[in-house]
């Protein structure tokens, strides 16, 4: 079977939105726990949690295309840029038939399910819902993003396995790369819960909130 190496590393985590900073945040034990900034914790026993701060899409991602994307996606398109980038890949300069995409989250958009939802709600029940919602939603949307923006035509597609989601992807990535049904793939992970906005709207208007 076919040896296969990583070229290229990118990340978005609660202790850096790069890989220079994670690492170097990683080497100097520095926590990514913080107050929940993402929705209203105060009726909530635990109000900490490890976010991803200071997050910066327009990195990767055209201001026009943003509404496109759940901020899974968002996550998903700046480290897969960052990798590609470090790895000094020209696509065009190979066959992107034989590239793929494998790309792991164990919930998709759950963030727009949760706001489309919730204005479904507030708007008593009237069926309008935002044009990007499925888009926005599906599990392999990242994935397909990843491909779309590089015109890659391999592989493609996206695991859920909860909290090894990533892990999955990547070990998929070495098998078929290995079994030579790939020349090279991006792969990894990403996910995003809760609507800062969905809650605090919810909040003026309703106490008990169920879907």
Request: hydrophobic share 40%.
């Amino acid at each position: 079977m076919k040896r296969v190496v990583i070229t290229g590393l990118g990340a978005i985590t609660p202790i850096g939105n790069n890989l220079r900073d994670y690492w170097e945040a990683l080497l100097r034990g520095k926590s990514g726990s913080g107050p929940i900034t993402k929705f209203n914790a105060s009726r909530f026993k635990t109000q900490f949690a490890c976010e991803v701060k200071d997050f910066n899409p327009l990195i990767a991602i055209d201001a026009a295309n943003l509404k496109k994307y759940d901020l899974y996606t968002q996550y998903a398109l700046v480290a897969a840029d960052e990798a590609i980038r470090q790895a000094q890949i020209q696509f065009d300069a190979l066959n992107k038939k034989r590239i793929g995409v494998i790309w792991g989250t164990s919930n998709g958009g759950i963030s727009t399910t949760e706001q489309e939802y919730g204005d479904y709600k507030l708007n008593e029940g009237i069926p309008r819902f935002n044009p990007y919602f499925i888009p926005k939603r599906i599990n392999n949307i990242a994935a397909g993003a990843i491909s779309i923006k590089y015109d890659l035509h391999g592989i493609n597609f996206t695991t859920a396995s909860a909290c090894a989601s990533s892990n999955t992807a990547i070990i998929n990535a070495l098998n078929y790369i290995r079994w030579g049904k790939a020349d090279m793939i991006i792969t990894g992970g990403s996910g995003s819960i809760h609507h800062r906005e969905f809650h605090r709207r919810i909040q003026r208007r309703t106490r008990y909130f169920y879907f």
